[in-house]
């Protein structure tokens, strides 16, 4: 599907928040809503640069295999056109590298890849995609509470400033407002219970910069991934950007310091198990300053256990269902697999009386599955700290124990790391790993932990 394909509601759309889920929903309800009102209290820039409300926007962020893939059903051509802007699209393992216990993993290609460029190059790209979908209009306002009809059917949106008996009026609401969003007030407002919370402790610290690249091809061209891995609580992070850029990162877990300077910030990355980071910086220059960013928790909204509970008319997607360790850049590609799951469900409940009803009991349950994997995974792999909590996750020792054993056998089988990259990619569920025969073998009698079943494509 792309957005040209136009199959009217009745009414308009509106869109809470300009993030990488408030475009990308806005694009996908052009396409069955005449109007769409993408709402966003920060004064948006002209040409790609971070906002006060992406307080993450200084960071790296590059785009798993999943993301960008579905990006591209959504806006045909639009890799090619991130490109020629100045993402670079890089092969995972050969051009995305990882350090495994002081090891850089062997160059090869197992057809996946990720998208690198700063955050306010990627929102910038894919708001010029948008300028091409009919009905899509910015809105600079502040959003302070949800409309409810007589029935109790989410009918619009409350604004700052404005009069609360004309709310803007909507037959959708999506809620895109973030981790920082005031979803569960808006929510307690009309009387409905908080949705069952499952929460982590990643303790996450991590301070970033730009700097120049001379690398420009070549081997080194690359993204270059150290993480901190239990016991080793430091880990670093060199990104490939546009205009020639290194993003530079340092991060601990559980308390270790940050660097406070550059000089501080190359001795830490000298430090790092393996000193390639630091080698590759070593003779670029720091263009701009350290920004630091602290995730203490994080959290997944278990929306889908009880969806009735919900008023129709109202649609959570992104951090508003989930947050994750940052480590592992899940977050945007999570975000891009819910709005995948919501042009679905519009298509599926067609537009008989009560819709909206119906697209609530469709959509999240769809929603939460890519949110359940990247979970759990998330949770498998932060175990490895003793210092690390979590609500209880069923499963989530089996799945630490078939990524275990994945890795370790993937150092000599190519089917295994292929798999892997799949379910960190999040283009396969984590179960998969359990199909592999060598997998299950090794952990027989071992129980399959009940993770969602394969995603559905909607494009």
């Not at 899509?136 to 409350?158: F, M």
Request: net charge positive.
């Amino acid at each position: 599907m792309t957005t040209s394909q136009h199959d009217f509601r009745p009414g308009r759309a509106v869109v809470i928040g300009a993030g990488f889920a408030g475009l990308t929903a806005a694009a996908v309800l052009s396409a069955q809503f005449a109007e769409v009102i993408v709402i966003e209290q920060d004064q948006i820039a002209p040409s790609p640069a971070p906002r006060k409300s992406l307080p993450q926007a200084n960071h790296a962020h590059a785009l798993l295999h999943a993301g960008h893939a579905m990006l591209a059903r959504l806006f045909p051509g639009f890799a090619a056109r991130a490109v020629a802007a100045g993402s670079l699209r890089l092969q995972v393992r050969s051009q995305w590298r990882s350090c495994l216990r002081g090891r850089w993993t062997a160059p090869e290609d197992t057809g996946l890849s990720v998208l690198s460029q700063t955050r306010g190059l990627l929102d910038h790209l894919i708001r010029a995609e948008l300028a091409a979908c009919p009905g899509i209009r910015h809105l600079r306002a502040k959003v302070s509470g949800l409309a409810v009809d007589r029935r109790g059917q989410v009918c619009g949106v409350h604004l700052h400033g404005e009069d609360p008996a004309t709310p803007l009026a909507a037959a959708l609401v999506i809620d895109a407002s973030g981790r920082a969003g005031q979803s569960d007030l808006w929510l307690a407002r009309l009387g409905m219970p908080a949705p069952v919370t499952e929460t982590a402790a990643p303790e996450v610290r991590y301070v970033s910069a730009e700097f120049s690249r001379a690398v420009t091809a070549g081997p080194d061209l690359a993204g270059w991934l150290n993480p901190a891995q239990s016991p080793q609580r430091r880990g670093g992070i060199l990104a490939p950007v546009e205009q020639g850029r290194w993003i530079a990162t340092a991060s601990t877990r559980f308390g270790d310091d940050l660097p406070r300077d550059e000089a501080g910030f190359r001795a830490f990355l000298h430090g790092l198990p393996d000193p390639k980071l630091a080698a590759l910086l070593q003779p670029e220059r720091c263009l701009t300053g350290f920004s630091q960013y602290r995730v203490a928790t994080t959290r997944l909204k278990r929306f889908d256990l009880a969806p009735r509970q919900m008023p129709p008319g109202y649609l959570p997607v992104g951090d508003v269902i989930a947050s994750f360790n940052p480590v592992y850049g899940q977050g945007l590609s999570v975000a891009a697999l819910q709005v995948e799951a919501l042009a679905t469900a519009l298509r599926a409940v067609g537009r008989a009386e009560g819709w909206q009803s119906a697209l609530r009991d469709l959509y999240l349950g769809r929603a939460l599955r890519p949110a359940l994997w990247a979970w759990q995974l998330g949770l498998a792999a932060d175990h490895a700290f003793p210092e690390f909590t979590a609500t209880p996750s069923p499963g989530a020792e089996d799945l630490r124990r078939a990524l275990n054993r994945a890795f370790l056998v993937s150092t000599r089988n190519a089917e295994v790391r292929r798999a892997v990259d799949r379910s960190l990619h999040l283009v396969d569920p984590p179960d998969a790993l359990f199909d592999l025969p060598v997998i299950a073998e090794a952990l027989a009698p071992t129980a399959r932990p009940p993770v969602a079943p394969p995603h559905e494509r909607a494009f």
